[in-house]
């Protein structure tokens, strides 16, 4: 029985650590902030390789997906200024995959990647290390609709 509680804890960590991965990309794409973009990448090093591969997937659907989004719900003048805002969030998700997909990730990376968000913000390495998504929708209530709660 301890067997199966402890995998069943393992899954809804590893869970977890999706949805503040999912939180804090969803920050980073749409408001461009370094911090929420080092929790992501922190939270991929955490990840399994498995786990980090589909991070890496989803961030590549994610910069192809936001500007055919935009171009088929925005017409007009500011078109083009959504075009290249598209396009630089587009940028960004790839700038971020490739840098998760850089190396396969060790314990002491993820020590240091760890460290490094710790002092960038304190309050998303906390929040990394209880699995808690949420930090993402209570600094930026605007998106908590868009969050993963």
């Given at each position: 029985?301890?067997?199966?509680?402890?995998?069943?804890?393992?899954?809804?960590?590893?869970?977890?650590?999706?949805?503040?991965?999912?939180?804090?990309?969803?920050?980073?794409?749409?408001?461009?902030?370094?911090?929420?973009?080092?929790?992501?990448?922190?939270?991929?090093?955490?990840?399994?390789?498995?786990?980090?591969?589909?991070?890496?997937?989803?961030?590549?659907?994610?910069?192809?997906?936001?500007?055919?989004?935009?171009?088929?719900?925005?017409?007009?003048?500011?078109?083009?200024?959504?075009?290249?805002?598209?396009?630089?969030?587009?940028?960004?998700?790839?700038?971020?995959?490739?840098k998760i997909e850089?190396?396969?990730?060790?314990?002491?990376?993820?020590?240091?990647?760890?460290?490094?968000?710790?002092?960038?913000?304190?309050?998303?390495?906390?929040?990394?290390?209880?699995?808690?998504?949420?930090?993402?929708?209570?600094?930026?209530?605007?998106?908590?609709?868009?969050?993963?709660?």
């Open positions: 029985m301890g067997f199966f509680k402890a995998f069943k804890n393992m899954k809804k960590q590893a869970d977890r650590i999706n949805d503040y991965f999912y939180n804090a990309v969803i920050v980073y794409t749409f408001t461009n902030e370094k911090d929420a973009m080092y929790a992501a990448f922190t939270a991929a090093t955490v990840a399994a390789a498995k786990q980090r591969a589909s991070m890496a997937s989803l961030l590549e659907r994610m910069a192809t997906d936001i500007p055919a989004m935009y171009k088929t719900n925005v017409k007009g003048d500011s078109a083009n200024d959504e075009s290249i805002r598209t396009a630089e969030m587009s940028h960004r998700l790839i700038a971020l995959k490739n850089a190396k396969d990730w060790n314990l002491n990376d993820i020590r240091m990647a760890k460290a490094a968000l710790s002092m960038i913000n304190e309050e998303y390495a906390y929040a990394l290390d209880i699995c808690d998504p949420r930090v993402f929708s209570r600094k930026h209530p605007d998106f908590s609709k868009a969050l993963i709660e």
